[in-house]
């Protein structure tokens, strides 16, 4: 006998609120034995974390047996195992979402919609189809009652039990509408909804939240999380809106308490479950954000986790924020938008001012090194003020193909170059051949030297103890593309004067910043050595960066001081003052440190190079690519490192040369060894009518 059940896939359905129904079809099953085998129930997964499962219903007067049954959704498929038969009248959870040994998803049930069909053994004969769309999380959706050809979502999912529901639910809920009035917001919604809201970020629902009746007051410092249901309908999304005049610099993250808190899963715990080093789906949350730049009361759906390493061991944490559809982005002050960006808590000692002042530093060099852009700014967690954080874009892919136009990068990180994207292949023969001292032009080839070099200046002058670990490399996956650094986790710093160049040349390859390899290299070290004499006479000099370093602390004194009463008494904290003294006193004693125990460790005598820099009306002067004002410049350097000069002509000046240097193509040479007088010869240019 053949039966045919209807097919509701394409009907329209009126339903309550203009809300379209998620829908359910049965195909026609031609079989007597199996033909009263259903797909009775199912859950899909919201989240990868999430499990799903699909349940079976037997119909029929008769045992079935399962095994070699095909369950299909687009290209997965799963092969039903040797199980007891299915009796008459009973349910059973065939298939819960798991991955198989090549890491593929067995069976893929998308909380967006989809189809799954069920085939008999050997896969030759369908014995039903099962349709939905999107389901919201925690909702399952199947057959009511059992076996039929009705459907309903089911609010209460229950895998191997009947379906259960007070009545038949086919659509859901509006979200609720805000309305800011003079008395206050008002909520509506859909005739005969009730709506329920938040303000501590918890989630609302029927047994927990505050029945919204009439206008109500919001906190600046509160986020309001409002959902609507009626009894046949599921609850709505929700509305999220930020409290009206909280502070236009500031961030603001809303989440539910038990995300954070909940004594098994929270991210923020601590004792034996603190999530100091759990990554993966399992550790990601939902959230929103408010940011500078969304508007006054807007928020934007995050998905959460903790970032960072050792960190995250500290009380006062950092936080990832993706955007939930992977689409969206994010703003940051400075206009850009990205899908990922990163709250940076800067909780270690001299964190905030140590790494606004590398950043700084680069761009004054000349940005041969890649940061991630950043805007302290004060961040509130539901309401409670959390102190000082960076927002800044994730150093990810998307920030680093800001750089460049490929379309795809190799990344890798840390002392063993782990495989961020892409692969390692051209890291390895860059490195190999950095090892084996390859000629200059070999290795301008596969690397950006001078973006290797910077990294080995800028590590030096810090000292930081940790310049093997926060390495990131990157380069175009294509031909000719090169390999180039970027400067992060700028807050370890040894002491003014520490020998840091011995300590960091005992790591060995591929530890970075390969000093080791660049010293050892005899076309690299004369670099090397020139661009930290360059950078202690220019952008690191004491002077110019005991300025920087006074004009960080003065633009962000007042919140790193509400930082610092927020958190000294939970974590080691020096205060603000004494945060500027230490970045002062190493801007000015660093330089004279690192320049002899440089000379000393590489076996290299010191000199002097004495550059005489015209007025601006003359000319510019570069060394090394970064401007000297005018006057005399005493320049410390290394013998046989000679320092590059250009001279740039004013209008109506030019150039006959240089004196006391060496010139080729690229510039004038000045090498320190014989102390060394040198200046550019700038003319005003004369008409051929003027005697010429």
């Not at 919604?189 to 007051?217: E, K, L, N, Q």
């Not at 992977?326 to 140590?354: E, K």
């Not at 000629?439 to 950006?448: C, Q, R, V």
Request: some cysteine.
């Amino acid at each position: 006998m053949h039966r045919t059940l209807p097919n509701f896939g394409p009907m329209r359905i009126r339903l309550p609120c203009r809300v379209l129904p998620m829908l359910l079809a049965w195909c026609s099953v031609p079989d007597a034995s199996a033909q009263a085998v259903r797909i009775n129930e199912v859950l899909p997964m919201v989240h990868p974390a999430d499990s799903g499962w699909v349940e079976l219903y037997n119909a029929d007067p008769l045992p079935v047996d399962l095994q070699g049954m095909l369950l299909v959704r687009d290209h997965y498929r799963v092969t039903l195992p040797a199980q007891p038969p299915l009796p008459p009248g009973r349910h059973r959870v065939v298939v819960v979402h798991g991955r198989g040994t090549d890491g593929r998803a067995l069976l893929h049930l998308p909380a967006a919609g989809g189809e799954l069909l069920l085939f008999a053994a050997g896969g030759n004969r369908l014995l039903d189809a099962f349709r939905w769309r999107a389901v919201p999380p925690d909702v399952s959706i199947g057959r009511l009652p059992d076996g039929a050809g009705t459907w309903s979502y089911l609010p209460l999912p229950g895998p191997g039990t009947p379906n259960r529901a007070v009545q038949r639910i086919q659509g859901r809920a509006p979200a609720p509408i805000v309305q800011h009035t003079a008395d206050g917001l008002v909520l509506s919604t859909c005739p005969g909804c009730t709506v329920v809201c938040t303000t501590d970020g918890s989630a609302p629902s029927r047994a927990h939240g505050t029945t919204a009746h009439g206008p109500m007051a919001l906190p600046a410092d509160r986020t309001l999380r409002a959902v609507a249901w009626r009894d046949d309908l599921l609850p709505s999304r929700e509305t999220w809106v930020r409290g009206r005049g909280a502070a236009p610099d500031e961030a603001a993250l809303c989440i539910d308490p038990a995300e954070l808190f909940d004594p098994q899963h929270g991210l923020m715990i601590e004792g034996d479950r603190a999530n100091h080093v759990r990554k993966g789906p399992a550790w990601v949350r939902p959230a929103r954000v408010a940011l500078p730049g969304l508007g006054d009361t807007a928020t934007v759906a995050v998905r959460l986790r903790l970032s960072g390493s050792g960190s995250r061991s500290l009380p006062k944490r950092s936080f990832n924020l993706s955007t939930a559809d992977g689409r969206h982005s994010l703003p940051l002050p400075d206009g850009s938008t990205w899908r990922n960006v990163v709250l940076r808590a800067d909780a270690t000692p001299h964190a905030l001012l140590r790494n606004l002042f590398a950043t700084a530093a680069v761009h004054r060099a000349g940005d041969r090194l890649d940061v991630q852009p950043g805007t302290p700014m004060p961040l509130t967690l539901n309401g409670t003020p959390q102190g000082a954080y960076r927002l800044m874009p994730a150093k990810n892919e998307d920030l680093l193909l800001t750089r460049t136009g490929a379309e795809r990068l190799d990344i890798v990180e840390g002392p063993e170059g782990r495989v961020v994207k892409g692969d390692r292949t051209a890291y390895e023969r860059a490195l190999g051949m950095l090892a084996r001292r390859a000629p200059l032009d070999s290795l301008e080839a596969l690397i950006d030297l001078e973006s290797l070099v910077e990294l080995a200046c800028f590590d030096l002058w810090s000292g930081r103890a940790d310049h093997d670990l926060n390495m990131r490399c990157w380069r175009p996956a294509q031909p000719g593309g090169r390999w180039r650094w970027v400067l992060y986790d700028m807050d370890l710093w040894a002491p003014p004067e520490d020998p840091s160049a011995s300590r960091i040349a005992q790591a060995p390859l591929p530890a970075a910043p390969y000093l080791s390899a660049l010293l050892d290299h005899p076309q690299l070290r004369p670099l090397l050595l020139a661009r930290t004499a360059t950078l202690l006479a220019t952008v690191l000099a004491p002077a110019p960066a005991a300025a920087l370093a006074d004009s960080l602390f003065a633009a962000h004194a007042a919140l790193m001081r509400a930082d610092h009463a927020l958190w000294h008494r939970r974590m080691a904290m020096p205060t603000p003052e004494e945060s500027h003294a230490d970045l002062r006193a190493h801007a000015l004693r660093r330089p004279g440190h690192l320049v002899r125990h440089l000379a000393e460790f590489t076996g290299t005598s010191l000199g002097t190079v004495s550059v005489l820099v015209p007025e601006n009306a003359q000319g510019t002067v570069l060394l090394d690519g970064i401007v000297l004002p005018p006057g005399r410049h005493s320049i410390t350097g290394f013998a046989g490192a000679p320092l590059r000069l250009e001279a740039l002509p004013a209008p109506g000046m030019r150039l006959l040369g240089w004196e006391g240097c060496r010139e080729d193509a690229a510039g004038a040479w000045a090498d320190p060894a014989g102390d060394r007088k040198v200046r550019p010869l700038l003319v005003p240019v004369v008409s051929d009518g003027d005697g010429l």
